[in-house]
C-alpha cells in the first residue's frame, strides 16, 4: 500500500557539471559521448603528475543571482543556486502560488566550499584571525 503523505514528484532538473551548465547542455554532450575531462586551469598543477580534471568551464552566476551575493558565496554554493533557479525555471514553478513547506531542492554534492576553505585558511595564517572573511563558514 502506498502511503500518500510520503509521495515525491520531480518536476524540474538543474545541472552545472563538467559536461554542461545546463540540463540541456549536460544531456546533449552526455549523449554526445563527450567527456568533461580537461586541462586543470583552477590552480597551478604543473608540480603533479596528473594535471587533468574534470572542471565546470564558462560558468557564471550572472542573471541568477546578485555579484555582491555571488562574490560572498563559495563556487560550489553559486552552483546549487544557478541549477536550483534551473530546476524551479524547468518545473515551471511560481514559489509565490507555491505552499512553500511542500516545494524542496535537493543537491548532490561530492565536497563543496574547499576554494574558500582553502583561501581563508591561508589568510589565517598570514594575515591573522581578524583578517578571515565572516561568510567564511556559511
Request: proline residues 4%; glycine residues 10%.
Amino acid at each position: 500500500m502506498v502511503d500518500e503523505r510520503h509521495r515525491v514528484f520531480v518536476t524540474g532538473a538543474g545541472v552545472i557539471s563538467p559536461l554542461g551548465n545546463s540540463t540541456e547542455e549536460c544531456w546533449a554532450n552526455l549523449i554526445a559521448g563527450k567527456s568533461g575531462a580537461g586541462p586543470i586551469t583552477r590552480f597551478d598543477a604543473s608540480a603533479y603528475e596528473t594535471r587533468f580534471a574534470c572542471e565546470v568551464r564558462n560558468f557564471s552566476p550572472d542573471g541568477v543571482m546578485d555579484r555582491k551575493d555571488a562574490k560572498r558565496m563559495d563556487r560550489f554554493t553559486q552552483f546549487a543556486v544557478v541549477a536550483s533557479h534551473e530546476a524551479i525555471k524547468n518545473a515551471n514553478l511560481d514559489l509565490e502560488a507555491e505552499d512553500r513547506d511542500r516545494v524542496g531542492v535537493i543537491i548532490g554534492s561530492g565536497i563543496g566550499g574547499m576554494e574558500t576553505f582553502e583561501s581563508q585558511h591561508a589568510i589565517l595564517l598570514e594575515r591573522g584571525p581578524g583578517r578571515v572573511s565572516p561568510f567564511f563558514i556559511r
